[in-house]
């Protein structure tokens, strides 16, 4: 299920249910930087050493459950990139200042280039032509692996680090909200599976790639010692700090200007993460809708003056505007799926705007701070604290709350176990208008009459004492 709503109106629902805590960047935080969290066969055959850049407040007053977790993932085309640079450590910093442990983490790099030599003279043209669209796949699900890898070592960590494993949230940027996707929704049987399997040996990249990509960018220190095999890189949860000491659970997911390859969003609709959207329309790298990636790129410099040629092997993918309409294709279809905020501006400069004045950029996030507290306030309504109210704790709350039917269309019932406490229900619509609020002492039953309600999305917000839970209903009555 999800909200079908405009950013603004959802962050009006939000902010009038939420307090500032998670949101406001109050707290002093230390870092440290360059935690070792192990070593993976890299794209070409080499070992990678990966790490962790850690923050967390200093003054703060930690939860009895330790605070939320958030890791930020960089973007870079899956072939650069790095944890230390552009807005992963400035958000990294962000939001330990908003109370939450935070991470950005480094993965594995690298795809092998095309043996064709297809030359353009503008600058990193050349290093986006691959020698198959498997090689973008293949270095997305590696940054996967190696994410959640990241992820059971902080897990395995946590009180350490101080970390709530049932409050954990996942972010990127460009290549690394593609990633961030996968960490969060990817389950196997969603797996493009031929693309990850054994594949055939590539050739050797054209050596005019060889000093202009792959030695500038750090992937290999020449062609002649790349290993081309292409072997089976196994489950998407990879082999990195097996065993996992503890579960964890995702809570949401935000994705600034990335994307997926596939629909991801079918078999992990149980329990699904929440998910943060924002995107601009105009977008040459990954696009806004669905399209090739660098599609805007591409066009942009096929004419003159460049006079490029296409790049070669590039996949379709599915930006965030195209993860909306398929996320909302599903729930017409009544197929259960995520609730999400969808963020987005509505700058449309072209690619000579863009070239000429690197502030029109559209891979980007056009105003930080108010996209960065978007996303904060968004996943502050997901925070579970752990505090304890008369003989309920709000981690068992889920298990005492059952709503049937739901889509409903006459009357649908919500059923308790006994609660030993006050319970309290307020119903509010699309627009976060109440619809109903109600008060019961020890409840087992309440009834809600719908047949005159309007067909859509409404949040039920039950509160036990100080504990308070969401759930979900569809009302569909043709209304």
């Not at 109050?26 to 870092?31: E, F, G």
């Not at 459950?65 to 993932?73: A, D, S, W, Y």
């Not at 700058?347 to 904060?376: E, F, G, K, P, V």
Request: hydrophobic content about 40%; aromatic content about 10%; proline content about 5%.
């Amino acid at each position: 299920m999800k909200h079908l709503l405009t950013s603004l109106i959802v962050l009006l629902s939000i902010v009038s249910l939420s307090s500032q805590q998670w949101v406001d960047t109050s707290y002093t935080i230390q870092t440290e930087r360059d935690i070792f969290y192990g070593t993976a066969r890299g794209f070409a055959g080499a070992t990678d050493s990966l790490f962790i850049d850690l923050s967390y407040p200093i003054n703060d007053t930690v939860p009895a459950c330790g605070r939320p977790l958030l890791v930020m993932i960089h973007g870079g085309a899956f072939i650069g990139g790095d944890k230390a640079e552009d807005y992963p450590p400035r958000i990294r910093e962000d939001f330990a200042k908003r109370g939450y442990t935070t991470a950005s983490v480094s993965y594995r790099l690298g795809q092998i280039h095309t043996n064709q030599a297809i030359n353009c003279n503008v600058p990193l043209w050349n290093c986006y032509n691959m020698t198959d669209s498997s090689e973008w796949y293949r270095a997305y699900y590696r940054g996967i692996q190696d994410v959640k890898g990241a992820l059971r070592y902080l897990i395995n960590h946590s009180e350490d680090y101080q970390i709530d494993p049932e409050n954990v949230f996942i972010a990127g940027e460009s290549a690394g909200g593609f990633i961030a996707m996968g960490v969060g929704f990817l389950e196997q049987d969603e797996v493009l599976a031929d693309l990850v399997a054994e594949y055939p040996d590539a050739p050797a990249p054209n050596q005019l790639y060889e000093g202009a990509c792959i030695q500038t960018l750090g992937l290999a220190n020449n062609i002649a010692e790349m290993d081309l095999t292409r072997p089976d890189l196994g489950s998407p949860e990879g082999t990195l700090n097996l065993p996992l000491s503890k579960p964890y659970h995702i809570q949401a997911v935000g994705n600034f200007y990335g994307g997926v390859f596939n629909n991801i969003f079918t078999t992990n609709a149980a329990d699904p993460p929440a998910l943060y959207l924002f995107h601009q329309p105009c977008d040459l790298i990954v696009p806004y809708r669905t399209a090739r990636v660098l599609a805007g790129y591409v066009n942009c410099l096929l004419g003159f003056p460049a006079n490029c040629g296409y790049i070669v092997n590039r996949p379709i993918v599915y930006g965030s505007l195209g993860i909306k309409q398929m996320i909302d294709t599903m729930v017409v279809n009544g197929v259960p799926t995520s609730d999400y905020l969808f963020d987005n501006t509505t700058n449309n400069w072209n690619c000579l705007q863009q070239a000429t004045n690197q502030s029109l950029s559209c891979h980007t996030i056009d105003n930080y701070w108010l996209r960065t507290t978007n996303m904060a306030t968004y996943f502050a309504e997901y925070i579970d604290t752990c505090a304890v109210s008369a003989t309920v704790m709000l981690e068992d709350l889920p298990d005492l709350v059952h709503i049937y039917p739901n889509p409903a269309n006459h009357v649908t019932t919500i059923e308790f176990k006994e609660v030993q406490a006050e319970v309290s229900l307020v119903v509010t619509n699309a627009l976060g208008q109440v619809y109903r609020r109600q008060t019961q002492q020890n409840c087992t039953m309440i009834t809600l009459d719908v047949e005159e309600w309007q067909s859509g999305f409404y949040q039920l917000l039950f509160e036990v004492g100080n504990q308070r839970i969401s759930r979900k209903l569809i009302v569909n009555t043709g209304n």
